[in-house]
């Protein structure tokens, strides 16, 4: 089912690069907080790791969690979120 890994760094107003912790990409995971069934194929793996499933839409992904990131204080008004698909394993 989590055939697709996916990274999640939160990029600070200096561009530096820091993984997201497993806790708040398992917050957001949670299908009680985003109440969506198509974010019900994730798995946070790791901290700055989410594994999702094929029927999982990245950007839609990616907007949905900066917006929650944001609301709960994660992220600051100078920050963003990055998402990277990795490359399948051959």
């Known amino acids: ?9 939160r990029i600070d107003a200096a561009g530096e690069r820091h993984a997201c912790p497993i806790g708040q990409i398992d917050n957001f995971a949670m299908r009680n907080f985003t109440n969506d069934a198509v974010f019900d194929d994730t798995f946070p793996a790791d901290d700055g790791v989410l594994e999702i499933g094929n029927r999982v839409p990245l950007d839609r992904l990616r907007v949905a969690m900066a917006d929650w990131f944001w609301r709960k204080g994660y992220l600051k008004a ?13």
């Open 1 to 9: 089912m989590f055939a697709r890994r996916v990274t999640v760094t």
């Open 78 to 90: 100078n920050e963003r979120l990055e998402m990277i698909e990795e490359s399948p394993r051959p």
